[in-house]
């Protein structure tokens, strides 16, 4: 195995796109670009929580961060991947939104008005569709500990799914002992960095269950109405998301989302010992990050960046596609001349499922760390029959 570069400029397809966002922006200000540099009114506002994290998520950009990679305990930040977990099992046509799931009397004695709720009520079905309003909108340790139970037949099975989707998305400083965050004696942890890799995940491979599930300010849910305590709704415009996260035990935390234009900023804190302070700072925080920074757009989602080889498929090549906006982000009113290659380790073995992450677009800047992308491949390129094996030994022979 190797890695190969490809030179964004030997795409004819790309070159049309190339035209339509230059390379040549308005002119090079600043060799690092970061917070420090930032002054007068783009100044970083207060951010008093002992982790922080604030990325551009169509550029990867981390514009501020504080112990990202430190772990710590996530409280109901936990739910961001209950909710992962499920919604990767509809996407497989393993569960369904209509399915339902009994509330056991055990499980209604153990967690029954224990911290956030939905209330169900000892013996109840619910469906899956309820569950995930529950959980996502008023952050229900019920209806998670339903859901596991329903889905994965006790909450030590679900868990271990859950590690398991986060070895997949290469979260290294993060553990699931609980569905849903209840204390733990630090069983459970993550890092800022990790959640923020798993809320991308989540928005970018189900855009249409989160636009379904996430972002709403209120649930009634059997004559019982509350409200969402995300402290960015209703003050930010555009803010869709993610989770916030209490106890005692982890402070109070906030995986924050808003889109604006096309453009996403991903917000993490945590460690606070405030719900006021967390709710005012994340919200300057997250203003300062589209006040501060602006994009240069690269290439829509869905656009064809390139093709990558396949090794061992029904075809010997894949297309890579943009999962998301891809965008290169500088200090507002900045601009630099930037180059573009495509890096993959190859060739890639198949089989390879659409939408996998198999390929990284490589932006450079002068005098900044190059910013990373995701190319995603187009198309299923499953295992060569016997028809594809014998031409593609045919044209290796031939040298092609």
Not at 68 to 78: I, K, Q
Not at 87 to 93: P, R, S, V
Not at 191 to 218: N, V
Request: aromatic share 8%; with cysteine.
């Amino acid at each position: 195995m190797h890695y190969r570069f490809l030179g964004i400029g030997l795409t004819a397809a790309l070159a049309g796109l190339v035209h339509l966002w230059p390379a040549q922006a308005a002119r090079v200000a600043s060799a690092t670009g970061g917070p420090e540099a930032l002054s007068g009114p783009n100044a970083m506002p207060q951010v008093s929580a002992p982790i922080a994290l604030l990325i551009d998520v169509n550029s990867g950009r981390v514009l501020f961060e504080r112990q990202s990679h430190r772990r710590f305990v996530p409280a109901s930040l936990t739910k961001i991947m209950t909710s992962y977990v499920a919604f990767e099992l509809i996407k497989a046509g393993k569960l369904r939104l209509e399915q339902r799931f009994r509330m056991s009397p055990e499980t209604f004695r153990h967690w029954h008005r224990v911290g956030s709720t939905m209330f169900l009520a000892s013996e109840s079905e619910t469906s899956v569709a309820e569950l995930l309003d529950g959980i996502v909108t008023v952050s229900a340790n019920d209806g998670c500990v339903v859901l596991a139970e329903g889905v994965a037949g006790n909450v030590p099975a679900f868990t271990a799914m859950m590690n398991a989707e986060a070895r997949k998305l290469g979260l290294k400083d993060t553990h699931y002992h609980t569905p849903n965050g209840w204390m733990d004696e630090g069983e459970t942890y993550v890092s800022a960095a990790d959640l923020a890799t798993l809320s991308t995940a989540l928005i970018t491979r189900h855009p249409d269950l989160y636009r379904r599930f996430y972002g709403h300010e209120r649930l009634a849910f059997r004559g019982i109405e509350q409200p969402n305590h995300n402290p960015l709704y209703g003050y930010v415009a555009g803010a869709d998301g993610v989770k916030t996260g209490f106890t005692n035990e982890a402070g109070y935390g906030l995986v924050g989302s808003a889109i604006r234009d096309g453009r996403r900023l991903m917000m993490v804190v945590g460690g606070y010992d405030n719900g006021k302070v967390r709710a005012r700072e994340s919200r300057d925080f997250i203003e300062w990050g589209f006040a501060a920074f602006e994009a240069h757009p690269l290439f829509p989602e869905g656009s064809v960046i390139g093709t990558a080889k396949v090794q061992g498929g029904e075809t010997r090549d894949v297309g890579l596609v943009a999962p998301h906006p891809l965008a290169l982000t500088l200090p507002r009113g900045e601009g630099a001349r930037y180059s573009m290659t495509i890096r993959y380790r190859g060739p890639l073995r198949a089989p390879i499922a659409k939408g996998d992450s198999v390929a990284t677009l490589v932006v450079r800047v002068k005098g900044q760390v190059e910013t990373q992308l995701p190319l995603v491949a187009a198309a299923n390129v499953p295992a060569a029959g016997l028809a594809a094996r014998l031409r593609n030994g045919l044209l290796a022979l031939v040298g092609q």
